[in-house]
């Protein structure tokens, strides 16, 4: 009955769940972790991600993932956009806490509506060759349905990882979420770096996109059931760490897969979010936070 | 002379009074009152999970609205809907309904769609005792036991046992006969009212239950849940789940090849056509409850018009293209508000009741007639089971054959490939 080789199975899921949760939450690690921008609407992002992905595949069939990775360029640019509006209206005053808070969960209502009014409220689905199958080691099944987004989630992952930690940009907005005046000082203009920043966090919503539509259905209201979850990743994993979001998010579903499997379902959430809570008691500033 | 001029002004007065009730007496009189609409009032889903059927269902309601419009109106009046999308969130209906009746002063009411959205609304109902047309409650008036209230899905008198009863009496009827049963669901109202109905059945039917969990609705993947239910080596596997969980469910089953014999039951939301046909050929062998297909013995009267009707309008909305699931019914419970209220001549609520709950109505969806808590007095949830399902074709699920109808007996269309085959 719960053999060993159904609670391997179970940690086994969980990760690749995990992996799929850090990619949606690799976003926020960025916006809100390191720029300190409290972006609700990154999950409503990630849905109109896959809707994007959804239409271009009926058009063109091309393999969902692909498509998300051609969207990361449109993404990318909208991102920009949306913070010069967000620093232009908010945080150039100072009133970004609160009121920034506000302006995002208006766009993450506008994003919502505009997706019900283009696509209705039924569930969209994809059919890729691979969907419905799974790979066998042994006794452990891994579908290809999440497989393939945790290997593209990783590649993600460490691309990021590197990005930030190699390259000047990639410091600069690891700096400019550390001290910002001393960014100035170093010639580095703080609001275009915080604008790259955040077109990548948003370009990585596309990405996330293509997997959410790989993995199950969505609908344009979707995004409200992952607020909870990835905000707690990106907390649990200590804000602003790209490894500890990994980590986190791995964590998470790791732990929701093993009670989903050996307590029942109904468990799976309350324990994942306890263990949060209990890491934030022992360890505030999160897993790997500073 | 004063005495004169004012008898005079008297007069005048008296004949300008008499003059000004004349000329005001129109807008006094019933046949004015007649040019007023009759509003029937109701919040429906029209965002949120349960949406495309929802939007669907509208669509079909105002279809209703118009054929009745265009034939003259209900007693001489033309009908109005007004509504509010309750979001698929519960927490909105008794707001919905307390402003339709104090604000908007609807004549008549109607539910919504789904257990979830009909429950919160008894309350109300029960307080101002005003009939309410259910569409689609799974047992929703069980712990209220109102009279007023009748509901037009045809799960029958006893909902939660004869929604699954089919299901249960095909395992059984097979050789040998199966010994285990799994049964798993969503955490939500209608799931749980399901499960609680195939628990009794399992247990009617003398078969041991191995599983018995629900999992939350938010859940992204459902492969833990089909390897503990594998682990436990069922023979039957009951599932009670809502669109985006039932095709998790179908992926997760394919993907870790599940080994049950029968599969299947509670399964909403396949039955809608973008599921159907996304899903494609890992439906093949599920047997599932379904309520009107296109299959010969179900050809009831004014469906097919309603249907293609229907279907040039919903192209457009971005809703089931096919409409065969919620639509015909949501235009049924409207028929039979319609048909009472000509009958009675009134728009009295008692007296609408009282003729609802003793006449049997012609509508697109056969013959209707209710019996107890307002349930249909004869239950009519078909199990059918996919049969030669392929991939990525809308057009095969418009003819006969792809849903074989197994159950109840007199509505059989096809037969059962027993055990469920990969």
Request: charged share 15%; aromatic share 12%.
């Amino acid at each position: 009955m719960f053999t060993a080789d159904l609670l391997l199975n179970a940690v086994v899921a969980g990760v690749l769940l995990g992996g799929f949760y850090a990619a949606v939450s690799i976003g926020l690690t960025i916006s809100f972790g390191q720029l300190d921008v409290v972006n609700i609407a990154h999950p409503a992002f990630v849905v109109a991600g896959s809707f994007c992905v959804f239409v271009l595949n009926e058009r063109f069939g091309l393999d969902p993932i692909l498509l998300g990775l051609f969207l990361t360029l449109p993404f990318f640019l909208a991102g920009i956009g949306l913070y010069r509006v967000y620093f232009t209206c908010f945080e150039r005053h100072g009133e970004e806490s609160l009121r920034g808070l506000a302006f995002f969960f208006g766009v993450m209502f506008i994003v919502e509506v505009l997706l019900i009014m283009s696509f209705g409220v039924d569930y969209r689905l994809v059919d890729t060759g691979y969907i419905g199958q799974s790979i066998k080691l042994g006794f452990i099944g891994l579908p290809y349905r999440l497989l393939v987004p945790f290997v593209v989630s990783a590649v993600v992952t460490v691309g990021l990882y590197l990005y930030l930690s190699r390259t000047f940009t990639g410091r600069a907005i690891l700096a400019v979420s550390q001290d910002r005046l001393a960014l100035r000082l170093m010639g580095a203009n703080p609001i275009s770096i915080k604008q790259i920043a955040f077109g990548l966090a948003v370009a990585t919503a596309a990405i996330a996109g293509a997997m959410l539509i790989v993995i199950g259905p969505v609908e344009p209201s979707l995004g409200r059931l992952y607020i909870g979850r990835v905000f707690a990743i990106v907390v649990l994993g200590g804000m602003g760490s790209i490894g500890g979001t990994f980590v986190a998010a791995l964590i998470l579903g790791i732990v929701e897969s093993v009670v989903g499997t050996m307590f029942g379902p109904s468990w799976a959430p309350a324990v994942a979010f306890g263990f949060l809570l209990l890491t934030l008691a022992v360890r505030p500033s999160g897993l790997f936070g500073r | 002379m004063r005495h004169v001029f004012r008898r005079q002004r008297r007069l005048l007065l008296l004949g300008g009074v008499l003059a000004a009730a004349m000329l005001s007496a129109p807008l006094l009189t019933p046949s004015a009152r007649a040019a007023e609409p009759i509003k029937i009032g109701f919040g429906m889903a029209l965002t949120g999970g349960l949406a495309g059927a929802g939007k669907a269902a509208l669509i079909a309601m105002e279809i209703w609205r118009d054929d009745v419009n265009a034939a003259g109106g209900l007693l001489g009046r033309q009908v109005e809907l007004v509504y509010y999308d309750d979001q698929t969130n519960p927490s909105t209906v008794p707001g919905i309904y307390t402003k339709l009746m104090n604000v908007d002063k609807v004549d008549l009411v109607v539910s919504g769609y789904g257990t979830n959205l009909i429950a919160p609304a008894m309350p109300i109902m029960m307080s101002r005792k005003k009939l309410f047309m259910g569409l689609f409650g799974l047992a929703a008036n069980e712990q209220f036991g109102y009279s007023n209230y009748f509901q037009i899905m045809p799960a029958g008198p006893e909902p939660k046992t004869d929604w699954s009863l089919g299901f249960f009496q095909i395992a059984m009827e097979q050789n040998p006969k199966p010994k285990t049963v799994a049964l798993v669901g969503a955490d939500a109202e209608f799931a749980r009212n399901a499960l609680d109905g195939a628990r009794e059945n399992a247990k009617a039917a003398g078969l041991e239950i191995v599983y018995d969990n629900t999992y939350p609705p938010a859940t992204t993947d459902y492969t833990p849940v089909v390897r503990a239910i594998q682990a436990t080596g069922p023979d039957v596997v009951f599932i009670a789940s809502y669109p985006p969980d039932s095709a998790g469910m179908v992926r997760a089953i394919n993907e870790v090849g599940l080994k049950a014999k029968l599969l299947g039951g509670g399964m909403v939301g396949l039955q809608y056509a973008s599921l159907m046909t996304k899903l494609g050929p890992m439906l093949n062998g599920i047997v599932n409850y379904d309520f009107w297909v296109p299959a010969p013995t179900l050809n009831f009267q004014g469906v097919n018009e309603f249907l293609a009707k229907y279907q040039a309008k919903a192209a457009d909305a971005g809703v089931d293209p096919l409409g065969y699931y919620l639509p015909p019914y949501a235009y049924a419970y409207l028929q039979v508000l319609g048909q009472a209220v000509n009958a009675v001549g009134n728009l009295d609520d008692q007296k609408l009741a009282d003729y609802i709950r003793a006449n049997e109505f012609d509508t697109v969806v056969g013959k209707v007639r209710f019996g107890k808590n307002g349930e249909w007095a004869k239950t009519r949830v078909l199990q059918v089971q996919y049969q030669g399902v392929k991939s990525d074709d809308l057009e095969q699920f418009t003819k006969h054959g792809t849903r074989a109808v197994l159950y109840p007996k007199e509505w059989k269309y096809g037969d059962l490939i027993y055990p469920y085959a990969q």
